[in-house]
């Protein structure tokens, strides 16, 4: 490593293997509450995402763009600060798959932590309706939020998976690279981008879906919000429980596919199955 100033790939491929590990056999409290507090870090991102895209009149793209950038405090805040968020726990596969851990240890630290994620995202949707938050520029906030909630319900089931996919292979590529940062400047220069991207694209993640859509299922009962809102009928009449548990279900395959599988399974093909293979055939020699 000598003049390189980040971990390479296959040194990360490790160091995620291993941190996985550690993970998936930390104690059951200790990962609940490291749950609750990434659910609320990314919650608190999507606050902040949501109060940036209020009355800008940049036009869609660089709005989306800045709300993205935004966003991206929620991951910073969990890889930084040390939390358990679901969507990048989807790299603990590459434990699993060689051997370090067994399937069950994988998916209960899996329902451990989304369960404490949902904790943590609707804590802080109690928090901010409390607060009113959604009140400011004349609810103006309130009805961005109340708009990107009712467009996330009205998506087609395959619509959201696809998103999903699409969103947790940006989330884990921030990981990724985030792993392979030496200091905190790194690892959150190294976030950024990825977070931003699958915002301004639109993509779904169902982490910050416990937030928005609640959020939104809150407002809806505030007739001066929806009446700021503009939002067609139709498209009102999918936020509920219902497109909120379609939307939920969808988006957490898809991150699970696009994590678990486009991220995790990839370079564990790549860069750890062949050190694997060539220890097997040594250790074979006579």
Same mark, same amino acid.
């Given at each position: +490593?000598?003049?390189?100033? /980040?971990?390479?790939?296959?040194?990360?491929?490790?160091? %995620?293997?291993?941190?996985?590990?550690?993970?998936?056999?930390?104690?059951?409290?200790?990962? =609940? #509450?490291?749950? #609750?507090?990434?659910? /609320?870090?990314? *919650?608190?991102?999507?606050?902040?995402?949501?109060?940036?895209?209020?009355?800008?009149?940049?036009?869609?793209?660089?709005?989306?763009?800045?709300?993205?950038?935004?966003?991206?405090?929620?991951?910073?805040?969990?890889? %930084?600060?040390?939390?358990?968020?679901?969507?990048?726990?989807?790299?603990?596969?590459?434990?699993?798959?060689?051997?370090?851990? $067994?399937?069950?240890?994988?998916? *209960?630290?899996?329902? !451990?932590? &989304?369960?404490?994620?949902?904790?943590g995202a609707l804590s802080v !949707?109690?928090?901010? #309706?409390? /607060?009113?938050?959604?009140?400011?520029?004349?609810?103006?906030?309130?009805?961005?939020?109340?708009?990107? *909630?009712?467009?996330?319900?009205?998506?087609?089931?395959?619509?959201?998976?696809?998103?999903? %996919?699409?969103?947790?292979a940006l989330v884990c590529l921030?990981?990724?690279?985030?792993?392979?940062?030496?200091?905190?400047?790194?690892?959150?220069?190294?976030?950024?981008?990825?977070?931003?991207?699958?915002?301004?694209?639109?993509?779904?993640?169902?982490?910050?879906?416990? &937030?928005?859509? $609640? +959020?939104?299922?809150?407002?809806?009962?505030?007739?001066?919000?929806?009446?700021?809102?503009?939002?067609?009928?139709?498209? =009102?009449?999918?936020?509920?429980?219902?497109?909120? #548990?379609?939307?939920?279900?969808?988006?957490?395959?898809?991150?699970?596919?696009?994590?678990?599988?486009?991220?995790?399974?990839?370079?564990?093909?790549? &860069?750890?199955?062949?050190?694997?293979?060539?220890?097997? *055939?040594?250790? +074979?020699?006579?």
């Amino acid at each position: +490593m000598t003049g390189q100033d /980040a971990f390479s790939p296959p040194e990360v491929a490790r160091l %995620v293997e291993t941190r996985g590990v550690a993970k998936a056999t930390a104690p059951f409290l200790t990962t =609940l #509450v490291l749950g #609750v507090v990434a659910g /609320a870090f990314i *919650a608190l991102g999507a606050v902040l995402s949501t109060t940036i895209a209020t009355g800008s009149g940049l036009g869609f793209g660089p709005t989306r763009w800045l709300a993205g950038v935004g966003f991206s405090l929620g991951l910073i805040l969990v890889v %930084v600060a040390g939390a358990e968020l679901f969507t990048g726990n989807n790299l603990i596969v590459m434990s699993a798959v060689s051997g370090r851990i $067994p399937i069950r240890r994988l998916l *209960a630290n899996w329902g !451990v932590v &989304y369960l404490g994620n949902a904790i943590g995202a609707l804590s802080v !949707v109690i928090m901010v #309706v409390v /607060a009113e938050w959604w009140r400011q520029d004349d609810l103006g906030v309130g009805a961005v939020a109340l708009t990107t *909630a009712a467009a996330k319900t009205s998506l087609p089931f395959l619509v959201v998976l696809a998103r999903g %996919v699409l969103a947790n292979a940006l989330v884990c590529l921030a990981v990724w690279l985030a792993a392979a940062g030496r200091s905190v400047i790194d690892k959150v220069a190294a976030i950024v981008l990825p977070i931003a991207a699958f915002v301004a694209a639109g993509f779904e993640h169902s982490i910050a879906n416990m &937030y928005f859509i $609640p +959020m939104g299922l809150v407002l809806r009962e505030e007739p001066a919000v929806v009446t700021a809102a503009q939002i067609p009928q139709d498209r =009102l009449a999918t936020l509920d429980l219902g497109g909120f #548990v379609n939307n939920l279900v969808a988006a957490t395959i898809g991150n699970v596919i696009g994590g678990a599988v486009l991220v995790g399974l990839v370079y564990w093909f790549v &860069y750890i199955r062949p050190q694997e293979a060539s220890g097997a *055939a040594g250790s +074979m020699k006579p």
